[in-house]
């Protein structure tokens, strides 16, 4: 499967756009996962939103990056990392993450990153340099785990 990625600032975000991506956040987060929380958390105005079309226009892969100093005091951060229902299996991940982290250099340069992953997912992120800190914790009910990579290693 043909990806094509985009990475744009809330304001830049069509309607369109903006539908589609808190649409999929909602399908898989909330439906899907079975977590009823707020997703509108304040922090979408903040971040790049990294849009991954397939080649018919269907939004197939999606994460949040954010700064730091938002989510965590001195990592950018990773969030709201999705592959649509889909597109699973057809080997996006890996792309989708490199595709990410290429976008946050670009934005803000070699600073360390952090992302609570789903402990299931541990290695899927330790793939692409992510390491493990502290304790697996329960987060929406599901076992998370705390991962940081420091880019310029």
Request: net charge negative.
């Amino acid at each position: 499967m043909t990806i094509q990625y985009q990475c744009l600032t809330f304001d830049e975000l069509s309607t369109s756009q903006l539908y589609a991506l808190l649409a999929l956040r909602q399908e898989v987060f909330i439906v899907e996962q079975h977590c009823p929380y707020l997703d509108a958390d304040g922090q979408d105005q903040l971040a790049l939103h990294v849009l991954g079309h397939s080649t018919d226009g269907r939004l197939a892969t999606y994460p949040r990056l954010l700064p730091a100093g938002i989510s965590y005091e001195h990592y950018a951060a990773i969030g709201r990392v999705i592959t649509a229902p889909f597109a699973r299996g057809k080997g996006l991940g890996r792309p989708l993450m490199e595709v990410s982290l290429q976008k946050l250099r670009e934005r803000w340069g070699d600073v360390p990153v952090k992302l609570s992953a789903q402990a299931h997912l541990q290695a899927y992120y330790g793939s692409v340099g992510f390491k493990p800190v502290g304790n697996i914790y329960l987060e929406d009910g599901i076992p998370h785990i705390g991962m940081v990579l420091s880019l310029n290693t």
